[in-house]
């Protein structure tokens, strides 16, 4: 039976850090940290000072969902506050960033923002400049107060920097910070008031998890009931349950049911 973290069910290969050994793959990364010490108990992905609380873990799409925070560089009228000002690391250990699932944005008048990764490769960047708030409208992310781009695949750690054109002097009225985030596509709306004070809070951020340790070929050996496939994202490989089936494939006959069938004259039923 999966366990629960306050809201957060725990499905095989990951388990929670109070079980036992043989209750999630022998990894790190599939063990979930509960902090019992609030009400209701949160998960951690990994340790509780990581400090990415888990929002949900998908068997079938392969997925993990965090929340994350946002970086941001803020000036006053003395110029570069350092006080406001964030430039967080996510370090994410095995399992990559979502390509495919997740935007890089980043927020501003006449400023340069990036995410770099751990080896200090620039993996995307956006530049943006407007003079007046009448320069950008709601809605609109498409350069002009507000910047999306895509992240690269096999994207594990980055952090979020920023470069400021005359430190916010011209635009410090109505946008005094620049704020960056890599957040699931659809989670955030610009709006013009996130200029002066973002309104956008614990992004959530997608994963593409799988497992490893063996080949796809391996893994599959002696089974009906589920397949493998290498993961496009990352190195691993991960299972899913055989056309037909259904259920948890990493777990020992976790796979049931079958589909079959009926056909009486021109009319078709399925049983499952």
């Not at 985030?181 to 309104?199: H, M, P, R």
Request: charged residues 15%.
């Amino acid at each position: 039976m999966p366990k629960f973290v306050g809201h957060l069910v725990i499905p095989y290969p990951f388990g929670s850090s109070d079980s036992s050994s043989d209750c999630h793959f022998d990894h790190p990364s599939f063990i979930v940290y509960c902090d019992n010490s609030t009400e209701p108990p949160v998960p951690y992905m990994g340790r509780r000072s990581s400090y990415l609380q888990i929002r949900d873990i998908s068997i079938e799409g392969h997925e993990m969902r965090l929340t994350v925070w946002i970086g941001q560089e803020c000036c006053n009228t003395s110029g570069y506050d350092r006080s406001s000002s964030d430039y967080p690391w996510i370090i994410l250990s095995e399992f990559p960033l979502s390509s495919t699932k997740n935007k890089f944005t980043a927020i501003g008048c006449n400023t340069l923002a990036a995410f770099r990764d751990r080896r200090g490769k620039t993996l995307s960047g956006v530049c943006f400049l407007c003079s007046s708030v009448l320069d950008v409208s709601n809605g609109s992310c498409t350069g002009i107060g507000c910047c999306e781009t895509s992240i690269p695949r096999n994207t594990f750690n980055y952090k979020i920097l920023f470069w400021s054109f005359s430190n916010h002097s011209k635009v410090l009225g109505f946008n005094p910070c620049s704020y960056g985030f890599v957040a699931e596509i659809g989670s955030y709306n610009f709006s013009t008031g996130d200029l002066k004070q973002l309104n956008f809070k614990d992004p959530p951020l997608v994963l593409d998890w799988a497992i490893g340790n063996q080949t796809c070929q391996e893994a599959k050996k002696n089974s009906t009931s589920y397949m493998c496939t290498n993961a496009e994202n990352g190195s691993r490989y991960k299972c899913s349950c055989s056309e037909g089936y259904r259920g948890n494939p990493y777990l020992k006959n976790g796979c049931h049911g079958t589909l079959i069938t009926l056909t009486f004259s021109n009319l078709s039923f399925v049983l499952i």
